[in-house]
C-alpha cells in the first residue's frame, strides 16, 4: 500500500500502527525513538514519515484502503444472503483508484461493499450523486448525477493500463458532490 509521499518514504500508516522501514511502531509512538536504529538515506524520509503520521486526510485514505483491503477476507455468506468476500483482483483495482484519488483535493467518499463482490465509493451533495464501483467481472462503473440530470456515466474493463486519474477528472467536471467544484 503506497500514499501520497515522496520516493524516499521509508514508512507508512496501517491502522493505528506505523510500518518504519518494516517495523511496526505503534502510531502513537515517539517516531523518533524508532528513527537513531535506522540509516536515512534522505532527510526527506523522516519528514514524509512524520507528515503521513500527522496528516488527518492521508490516515483518512489510509483507512478506507485498510477497509477495502479487509473486505477481502470476509467469510462466505458474510451478509446473511450468499455475499461473496472481495475478490483480490477487485480489491486491487479499487485500492489503485483510492490511491490516484489521494493525490487530489477529492474528498474521502463513503464506501460500501454488496454481496455480489462489488465495492464501490460514493460522495454525495444536497441533489447531487456521484459513484464509483468496481464489479467482480473486472469492470468499473461510474456514475454521476446533479439533480434530475445524469451528467456522466461509464461502464469499462478495468485493465492494468486503466487512467484513474482520467476517470477522477471527469467526475470533477460533472459533479458537483466534490467539495473543491
Not at 95 to 114: D, G, K, R
Given at each position: 500500500?503506497?500514499?501520497?509521499?515522496?520516493?524516499?518514504?521509508i514508512?507508512y500508516?496501517?491502522?493505528?500502527?506505523?510500518?518504519?522501514?518494516?517495523?511496526?511502531v505503534?502510531?502513537?509512538?515517539q517516531?523518533?525513538?524508532?528513527?537513531?536504529?535506522?540509516q536515512l538515506?534522505?532527510?526527506?524520509?523522516?519528514?514524509?514519515?512524520l507528515?503521513?503520521?500527522?496528516?488527518?486526510?492521508?490516515?483518512?485514505?489510509?483507512?478506507?484502503?485498510?477497509?477495502?483491503?479487509?473486505?477481502?477476507?470476509?467469510?462466505?455468506?458474510?451478509?446473511?444472503?450468499?455475499?461473496?468476500?472481495?475478490?483480490?483482483?477487485?480489491?486491487?483495482?479499487?485500492?489503485?483508484?483510492l490511491?490516484?484519488?489521494?493525490?487530489?483535493?477529492?474528498?474521502?467518499?463513503?464506501?460500501?461493499?454488496?454481496?455480489?463482490?462489488?465495492?464501490g465509493?460514493?460522495?454525495?451533495?444536497?441533489?447531487n450523486?456521484t459513484?464509483?464501483?468496481?464489479?467482480?467481472d473486472?469492470?468499473?462503473?461510474?456514475?454521476?448525477?446533479?439533480?434530475?440530470a445524469?451528467?456522466?456515466?461509464?461502464?469499462?474493463?478495468?485493465?492494468?493500463?486503466?487512467?484513474y486519474?482520467?476517470?477522477l477528472n471527469?467526475?470533477?467536471?460533472?459533479?458537483?458532490?466534490?467539495?473543491?467544484?
Amino acid at each position: 500500500m503506497s500514499f501520497p509521499t515522496s520516493n524516499n518514504t521509508i514508512g507508512y500508516v496501517s491502522g493505528s500502527m506505523l510500518l518504519l522501514a518494516g517495523q511496526s511502531v505503534p502510531a502513537s509512538a515517539q517516531i523518533l525513538d524508532y528513527l537513531p536504529q535506522r540509516q536515512l538515506t534522505h532527510v526527506g524520509q523522516m519528514v514524509d514519515i512524520l507528515n503521513v503520521a500527522s496528516n488527518p486526510t492521508i490516515l483518512a485514505w489510509s483507512k478506507l484502503q485498510n477497509r477495502v483491503e479487509s473486505w477481502t477476507e470476509l467469510d462466505h455468506d458474510w451478509d446473511g444472503d450468499d455475499g461473496i468476500p472481495l475478490s483480490r483482483t477487485t480489491a486491487d483495482s479499487a485500492i489503485a483508484f483510492l490511491q490516484s484519488a489521494s493525490l487530489t483535493t477529492h474528498p474521502v467518499p463513503t464506501p460500501y461493499i454488496a454481496g455480489d463482490g462489488e465495492v464501490g465509493f460514493r460522495w454525495t451533495a444536497p441533489g447531487n450523486f456521484t459513484s464509483v464501483s468496481f464489479l467482480d467481472d473486472g469492470h468499473i462503473v461510474a456514475y454521476v448525477r446533479v439533480g434530475e440530470a445524469v451528467k456522466f456515466t461509464m461502464d469499462r474493463e478495468v485493465g492494468n493500463s486503466f487512467n484513474y486519474s482520467q476517470l477522477l477528472n471527469s467526475l470533477a467536471l460533472n459533479s458537483q458532490s466534490f467539495a473543491f467544484n
